[in-house]
Structure formats: C-alpha cells, structure tokens
C-alpha cells in the first residue's frame, strides 16, 4: 500500500522542485457547543506565487474598502467580510467569485472538510461509548476493578467523551485534511508546508500536538493502517494579520460555514474550480451537503 502511496513500484521518485505553503482555517467549533458543523480548509499555492499572493491581497482589501469595509482594519476576516456583505447577497457571492478566479490564476487548489457534529455524535461517536464500555467492563487490572461497576463505569465513560469530544472531532478533521492535501500534493509531484494560525490558539495547540509530530514520527491514517507522508515536509504557525495566505484561507471556510449555517448556496459552485473533484469532504456520509 505504501509503495501505491508513493506512485512507485519500489522505486523512489527523484525530489520534487515545486513547493506549496498550505494555509489552514477553520470556522465553527468541533466541541458540542457553538454551531452544527466543524470546517477545516487548506489552501494550497505555489511558492513561486508569494508575491502575486501579496498583491492579490492589498487589492482585495482595496475592494473591500470601497464597498465599506473598516479602513482601520488591514485583514481579510471572513465572518467581518459576510458580516458587511450579506445583507447584499450578490455582492458578498460576486466577491467571492473574484477571489476564486484569482486563485485559480495562482494555481492554488483547496481541500476542505466538514463534519456536521450532530450525526458524528449519533453515528461515530455512540460506537466508540459502546466499545469502551464492552472493554472497561473487563478491566485489565484488579486495581481497576472499579470499572465492573454499571454506575461507577457509565460515569467515567461519560467524563471522558465530555473532555475528548472536541479533540476527536479536531483530530478526524486535521487527518482527512492532510492526507487529502498529501495525495493532491502527490497527483502534482510537489511537496508543501502547512501553515496554521499562530492565533487561533486551539487550532494551532491541537495541530502541533497530534500532527506535528505524528507526520514526522507516525504517517497518518489511511482506512484502518497508518501511512507515512512524504510530501507534507513540515507543519508551522504565522499571524493572520501579517499574512493573507492564511486571510483568504479563512475567507473560503467562512464562506462554507455561511453556505451550511446561512444557506449561500450559491457558495460550492463558486470554489468548485478550487476544490476539483474530491476536494470537499462531509463526514459522516449521510450527513446532508449545504448545495
């Protein structure tokens, strides 16, 4: 598997020249409060493109500005952009389709990931209750024999879903993200660097404690086995107000999460010729899309 992985057959491949920074956002929160849904989105572009990138970001701002932005504010946010624009919703949809254009010139792509935590909770993680149940009902240790107790074992079960919840929904995310990420890095014989946001501090605290280490030391989960990534070299933080890789990456999960939260449906058409083909992913499978 992982020689299919690599494209090979045993052979490795020579060292790719090309290098994308991956930018990461997401938008609602993976805990059971806040919103129904959880979108993580990576926005990948070329190296060569940084300046271009610069550019197209002081014009956006300029655009924004114009239709009545805050001039004191020099950063894309996407919930302030939605915020300014949805009560014009052609505008909000026609700016979108601006930036995407643009994008797409820079030969950036995005994969995006949406878990609506309703039908998570209900169908995946209802199953990991019971296992944990069936398991801890048959301690491992006398000392632990506290757990043979209906009460005493449900009680416990029940304090770590309420304290692991949220990471596991984090987790499952950042692992479909980036190994999506991988395999479109791979069809394009580039390798890339993922760049999370220093300020969104949960965000950044999770990725560097479960991937950052796990993509050098352990790969990541591939169906039921673990695969080792050799195209994503390495995962990093920056500040959202100094870099507007990061501002359009939370422009486009903004734009998700309106399109799930506020019916702006017109929003999948729009980062269709971003996310390609198997760009977006709705976890569980029977978990409704927003288009």
Known sequence: MLRFLRGGRGREKPPSRELYMIYVDESGTPGHKGSRYYILLGLGIPLDHSYALNELGENLLEKLWKLGYDKRRH??????????????????VAFLESVVSKLVDLEAFSIAVAIDKHAFNHEVLSKLEEYLDTTLSQPPSQYLNVFVVDSVRSTIIMSLRNYADDLIVRAQSLNELLFRVHKEL????????????????????????????????????????????????????????????????????????????????????ILKPLLGDKGFVLLPKTAKPCM
């Open 75 to 92: 950063e894309i946010k996407g919930s302030e952009v939605f915020r300014l624009l949805k009560g014009h919703k052609d505008k909000y």
């Open 186 to 269: 791979e069809s394009r014989d580039a390798q890339g660097i993922a760049i999370f946001d220093a300020e969104a501090d949960s965000l950044a605290r999770s990725a560097y404690k479960i991937y950052a280490t796990a993509l050098a030391r352990d790969g990541l989960a591939f169906g039921m086995d673990v695969v080792r990534t050799d195209r994503i070299k390495d995962v990093k933080l920056g500040k959202s107000n100094l870099d507007f890789g990061i501002q359009l990456a939370d422009l486009l999960v903004n734009s998700i999460y309106n399109c799930f939260e506020h019916g702006v449906r017109e929003v999948y058409e």
